[in-house]
């Protein structure tokens, strides 16, 4: 019997392979290449974004990789998704990308010279076991890597084999403050292509709440229907995009007021909201987040509507505040403005000033959106938070009101309700556009869709 390889990943339950049959696998392959014209699909945008890289660190080393497999339980590994920074500069953006490496070689004082380190398809000959055998990276039990002639064609990068990197010295992006600050900064004004995809996961995402809607009648009866909600959604994402963007909240009755509701192991009420909280991602990993809050009985009882207008009225405001020179917080600022003066008015605060309205909302009233559903977050504070809005950013509105259900400071018929409206918008030289304008947002509106998707 021949022995695997120490470098190969075999499970222990795997048989070995006899002399016979490794002579049997090596031979009588069709060739099989990617076609010629295959291409990354950001391919003609990457070379811009590698040059403004480069021009921030003139003359030094940079290294960006990937990312590495993280095991989920025993021999099985979570679904592996490369770092966005990697995908940003690349284009690459599959789950091959697995230990992959990007390294910006200095070029001359000014500039540098991308070079791409991966692991290219396992040959088929020479005695080589992996591409049948290695349950991580084997081609029979993962899928087809390119070759490095065919990455090369997909990324207009030169490519080089994994194994020749060793550990170069150089600003490396998972450690280096600096280096990954940079790549999040790089990140915060969206070109057209990228508006395009982020247009592309917010009409998907469109589509996913029209499905969850249908399956209203089904979900209510289950004993778990925030979980048929979860995976209605999940359909849909997986169907068009690359999955979903992150875990989806479908919160029913009191779980909205929990911010970031993933367990979704609850039944729906007819008498309750639901709060949606979910996104498709693309196959190029650009993600939509947007969050309604829906009533499962198709129309807003009047405290319902009560809540529900106030948080209304507060995401209108913020939106209203957005436009190039903004201080980036004024959104948020507004719109709490106006929930701690609605608070006031139901008596429920003494008056509108100080932060006493934080205990009904806890959070901040959105974010950068892009690659990542928080984007850009190590960028310094005073180029996002602290700094202003620029056209072309991408990012969400999203304020809400989250009344727990043991909160003595409520009266009883407001405990328990959580709201929320999230919307994702783009920068314009006057204003914001609203790109998940597709989806209702007032109670009326959203009752009508509702009752026309529901319709036998």
């Known amino acids: ?116 380190y991966l692991r290219p398809r396992s040959p088929r000959a020479d005695g080589n076991e992996e ?54 900064e790089l990140r915060l004004i969206k070109d057209s292509w990228e508006v395009a995809q982020l247009q592309l996961a917010v009409d998907h995402t469109v589509a996913g709440f029209e499905d969850v809607v249908r399956a209203l009648p089904r979900a209510l009866a289950h004993p778990r229907g925030e979980r048929w909600i979860e995976g209605v959604f999940g359909l849909r994402a997986r169907a068009e995009g690359n999955g979903t963007g992150y875990d989806t909240i479908a919160a029913s009755g009191a779980h909205a007021c929990v911010l970031h509701w993933i367990r979704n192991d609850g039944p729906l009420d007819p008498s309750h909201l639901l709060l949606l909280d979910a996104g498709v991602e693309t196959d190029t990993l650009y993600t939509a987040d947007i969050t309604r809050t829906l009533p499962l009985s198709g129309r807003f009882s009047p405290v319902q509507r009560q809540v529900y207008e106030l ?36 008596g429920v605060l003494k008056h509108p000033e100080g932060d006493l309205h934080r205990r009904y909302t806890l959070c901040s009233s959105g974010h950068m959106l892009g690659l990542d559903v928080h984007d850009c977050a190590k960028a310094r504070a005073e180029t996002y938070l602290d700094g202003v809005l620029e056209e072309g950013q991408v990012l969400t509105v999203e304020p809400g009101l989250y009344l727990q259900p043991d909160d003595e400071t409520l009266p009883p018929e407001l405990r328990g309700i959580g709201v929320r409206i999230e919307d994702d918008l783009v920068i314009t030289a006057t204003g914001a556009h609203l790109m998940s304008s597709a989806l209702p947002r007032t109670p009326a509106a959203i009752e009508t869709w509702m009752s026309n998707l529901l319709e036998p």
């Not at 170069?168 to 600096?178: F, I, K, S, V």
Request: a neutral charge; one cysteine or more; proline letters at 8%.
């Open 311 to 346: 948080v209304l009225a507060a995401q209108e405001a913020g939106i209203a505040a957005l436009r190039p020179g903004a201080s980036f917080r004024d959104f948020h600022r507004a719109g709490m403005r106006v929930i701690a003066e609605g608070l006031a008015e139901w």
């Open 131 to 184: 591409f049948y055998r290695d349950r991580r990276y084997g081609e029979f039990w993962v899928g087809r890597r390119p070759d490095l002639a065919e990455a090369e064609r997909l990324t207009g990068i030169r490519c080089a084999h994994l194994d020749t990197l060793g550990t170069p010295p150089g600003r490396n992006a998972a450690t280096d403050p600096q280096l990954a600050a940079t790549l999040s």
């Open 1 to 116: 019997m021949t022995e695997a390889p120490a470098r190969l990943h075999i499970g222990s339950h795997d048989l070995p392979v006899s002399p016979e049959l490794s002579r049997f696998m090596a031979g009588d392959w069709a060739p099989s290449p990617l076609p010629a014209t295959a291409r990354a699909a950001a391919y003609a945008v990457t070379p811009a974004r590698r040059d403004r890289l480069s021009a921030r660190f003139p003359g030094e080393r940079l290294i960006v990789p990937a990312g590495e497999l993280k095991v989920r339980s025993n021999d099985c590994d979570y679904r592996f998704r490369p770092h966005s920074a990697y995908a940003w500069l690349t284009g690459l953006t599959g789950e091959d990308q697995v230990g992959h490496v990007l390294v910006m070689e200095p070029n001359g004082p000014h500039g540098h010279e991308a070079v791409l």
